[in-house]
């Protein structure tokens, strides 16, 4: 099957290219459906390729309802390409299926739909509701002592959103050390700068308030983000919060310069722009 990766832990270099081709499938599907989030679901590529690639998350793409799995929430919806990305490498479905994203009849709808497609854990779009979901699985997995981990990938945007908050206050009260939230701080949301909107700062500060062991970290920086990865496995007796500093677009934003947006929010790339974007993508210029 094109583009299937196996369920290992691979090199830098190779989770590098792999984060290349994630990008290029994102641009790609979009472009082909004329709709989406493209800027939304690169700045979050570093993340989900080392979660799914790097060794972290317990999860077989031929199996993917089994008990005992880690579990990937996208609570940040809309970047639903990148987690489609991941999955169609996992071999969850067809590579090719990418190219039905937002079509009638696809599996690939604009948001995750757990009804729809194996390997989505929660239903999202409508923003703030990933993380409870989370606090729930995690719960539930140290009830089945089973070991399953959780991670929820919020946008900055969301927290804005004050069920974020409940969750995390139940998470710190309930020391859910198999709960990682990771923050994709990219800057931006729909209406402008995520500071100018809300500002949320210092958002490792809230987290550790209610009891959260914190991180701030690179997010487009492979390295960096195994690393956190690594810490927030080994922490005990408390839940996770990494706060993941990217760009929005990230792996194009030469072009999004020259364009003049640098939010580029909820549209495709023009195909006149496809070719130039992905040339920029496989340059790996950021």
Same mark, same amino acid.
């Given at each position: 099957?094109?583009?299937v990766?196996?369920?290992?832990?691979?090199?830098?270099?190779?989770l590098?290219?792999? $984060?290349?081709?994630?990008?290029?499938?994102?641009?790609?599907?979009?472009?082909?459906?004329?709709?989406?989030?493209?800027?939304?679901?690169?700045?979050?590529?570093?993340?989900?390729? $080392?979660?799914?690639?790097?060794?972290?998350?317990?999860?077989?793409?031929? &199996?993917?309802?089994?008990?005992?799995?880690?579990?990937? %929430?996208?609570?940040?919806?809309?970047?639903?390409?990148?987690? *489609?990305?991941?999955?169609?490498?996992?071999?969850?479905?067809?590579?090719?299926?990418?190219?039905?994203?937002?079509?009638?009849?696809?599996r690939?709808?604009?948001?995750? &739909?757990?009804?729809?497609?194996?390997?989505?854990?929660?239903?999202?779009?409508s923003?703030?509701?990933?993380?409870?979901?989370?606090?729930?699985?995690?719960?539930?997995?140290?009830?089945?002592?089973?070991?399953?981990?959780? *991670?929820v990938?919020?946008?900055?945007?969301?927290?804005?959103?004050?069920?974020?908050?409940?969750?995390?206050?139940s998470?710190?009260?309930?020391?859910?050390?198999?709960?990682?939230? %990771?923050?994709?701080?990219?800057?931006?949301?729909?209406?402008?700068?995520?500071?100018?909107?809300? &500002?949320m700062?210092? %958002?490792?500060?809230?987290?550790?308030?209610?009891?959260?062991?914190?991180?701030?970290?690179?997010?487009?920086?492979?390295?960096?983000? %195994?690393?956190?990865?690594?810490?927030?496995?080994?922490?005990?007796?408390?839940?996770?919060?990494?706060?993941?500093?990217?760009?929005?677009?990230?792996?194009?934003?030469?072009?999004?310069?020259?364009?003049?947006?640098?939010?580029?929010?909820?549209?495709?790339?023009?195909?006149?722009?496809?070719?130039?974007?992905?040339?920029?993508v496989? $340059?790996?210029?950021?």
């Amino acid at each position: 099957m094109k583009g299937v990766r196996k369920n290992v832990s691979e090199s830098i270099e190779s989770l590098k290219a792999l $984060a290349r081709e994630l990008r290029k499938d994102i641009l790609k599907m979009t472009t082909e459906a004329g709709s989406g989030h493209p800027s939304s679901s690169m700045s979050a590529v570093e993340v989900v390729t $080392a979660l799914y690639f790097g060794g972290f998350l317990k999860f077989d793409g031929k &199996n993917p309802k089994a008990a005992d799995r880690d579990r990937f %929430i996208l609570s940040k919806g809309h970047a639903a390409p990148v987690l *489609y990305a991941a999955l169609a490498h996992k071999g969850v479905f067809p590579h090719e299926e990418l190219m039905t994203l937002r079509k009638f009849g696809s599996r690939l709808e604009g948001h995750p &739909n757990m009804l729809r497609l194996a390997g989505i854990e929660a239903s999202t779009g409508s923003l703030g509701q990933g993380l409870s979901v989370g606090v729930g699985y995690a719960l539930a997995a140290r009830l089945a002592k089973n070991g399953s981990h959780t *991670y929820v990938m919020t946008g900055d945007g969301e927290l804005g959103q004050g069920q974020i908050w409940e969750a995390a206050a139940s998470a710190g009260k309930y020391q859910l050390d198999n709960l990682t939230c %990771i923050v994709d701080r990219n800057g931006y949301q729909q209406t402008g700068s995520a500071l100018d909107v809300l &500002n949320m700062d210092p %958002i490792d500060g809230k987290f550790a308030a209610f009891g959260w062991a914190t991180q701030v970290i690179n997010g487009n920086d492979l390295e960096e983000v %195994i690393d956190a990865l690594k810490r927030a496995k080994a922490t005990k007796g408390r839940p996770t919060c990494i706060v993941s500093l990217t760009k929005k677009g990230f792996g194009m934003l030469k072009l999004l310069s020259k364009l003049k947006d640098e939010n580029f929010h909820g549209k495709p790339m023009p195909a006149k722009h496809l070719e130039e974007a992905l040339a920029e993508v496989e $340059a790996g210029l950021g």
